[in-house]
């Protein structure tokens, strides 16, 4: 590779690799760009922290009308990570419930499971009519769904599954064995003598066990996975993990990721070393659509539409609190590639 092509390309992914992981953890009063805005973040422990917090996630005066059932209501969101992605979920949540009079409180779990299970806590002490819920932990998140069932409030759980799916009231979801299947015939496509090959996973979250689950049974026996290990969905973990599977795995002829943020940090890790090995993620996310577009390492992701999850939930939501019944309680949103054939289409917008 050319000294100053690679050192450009590093640069790039130095600055998209900080870009992704700033998006997990963030302070509550980090600024929002355009894109973000309409998600209010906020610890949401006092009355009028949640009020703020309302005020926040509208960002407009409500608009008139809807049903008694779902104008003038609050509803809380929280998610595991604060990223791109799920304030993109959230913001189109709020747009919904906004149009109907309804405003949204948006916590972020900042990818702690003790506070998620606070923060659930404090939306049943508001009186919040429906939560919209993306778990830390899918185990760990039960005593929550038990005061939320207590306490009547009908959950919407989204993107991730909880382990105890009787405690929720409707699963809306990318269909994530799908993206998994995706990114396999992916590889195979490029890869038709197969090789070694490494998974980026994360066994805490049943969204990507799905995927791996997905890539598992898809992929042909010409792949021998050399190494699996938990990166977390982050782009720290999946840099340095990467770093050293190409140690122990120099001949490594892909990575599978869960998620693109593992993924962005597979691709720094491989660019730094000099590495030609494919990437294959999960998501869509802003940051790989960039990496796609260059037609080097990083071949294909499995998009999900963020915009498309929110208004589901959103649309189960009135549906339960009208007291309707819903014509499926587990909710697909289809994955589709986006890759070097189709990359221009996408580019340009943030999420799909």
Not at 37 to 52: F, I, M, R
Not at 87 to 115: H, N, R
Not at 131 to 136: A, E
Not at 245 to 250: M, R
Request: charged share 20%; proline share 3%; glycine share 8%.
């Amino acid at each position: 590779m050319n000294i100053l092509k690679k050192a450009g390309t590093i640069a790039m992914i130095t600055a998209l690799s900080f870009s992704v992981l700033a998006g997990c953890g963030q302070a509550a009063n980090t600024e929002q760009t355009p894109a973000q805005t309409g998600a209010a973040n906020t610890s949401a422990s006092t009355a009028d922290g949640a009020e703020n917090a309302q005020s926040e996630s509208t960002g407009k005066e409500q608009a008139e009308g809807g049903s008694a059932a779902v104008s003038g209501n609050v509803y809380g969101i929280t998610y595991w990570c604060e990223s791109d992605f799920f304030k993109t979920v959230a913001d189109s949540i709020t747009k919904e419930a906004a149009a109907a009079g309804s405003k949204t409180v948006v916590v972020d779990a900042q990818q702690d499971a003790t506070k998620q299970i606070q923060i659930i806590e404090d939306f049943i002490a508001q009186g919040v009519k429906a939560v919209f819920l993306n778990p830390v932990d899918k185990d760990a998140i039960e005593p929550a769904l038990q005061k939320l069932d207590a306490a009547g409030i009908p959950v919407i759980n989204f993107d991730s599954s909880v382990s105890n799916l009787d405690l929720v009231d409707a699963y809306v979801a990318t269909d994530n064995y799908l993206a998994g299947q995706l990114c396999a015939q992916a590889m195979m496509s490029d890869l038709p003598d197969g090789g070694k090959i490494a998974i980026l996973n994360y066994p805490a979250n049943n969204a990507c066990n799905d995927r791996e689950k997905g890539f598992m049974d898809t992929i042909s026996d010409k792949f021998e996975v050399a190494a699996t290990f938990d990166a977390e969905g982050t782009v720290e973990k999946g840099q340095n993990i990467t770093s050293d599977i190409i140690q122990a795995h120099p001949d490594i002829a892909a990575v599978f990721s869960i998620n693109d943020q593992a993924g962005m940090g597979a691709f720094a890790a491989m660019t730094t070393a000099g590495k030609e090995a494919y990437i294959y993620g999960v998501d869509g996310a802003p940051e790989a659509k960039q990496a796609i577009s260059k037609k080097g390492i990083y071949r294909m992701t499995a998009a999900q539409s963020p915009i498309s999850i929110g208004k589901e939930c959103y649309q189960a939501a009135v549906a339960i609190l009208e007291g309707k019944e819903l014509e499926s309680f587990q909710i697909d949103v289809p994955a589709f590639s986006i890759d070097f054939s189709n990359i221009e289409e996408y580019l340009n917008a943030d999420w799909q």
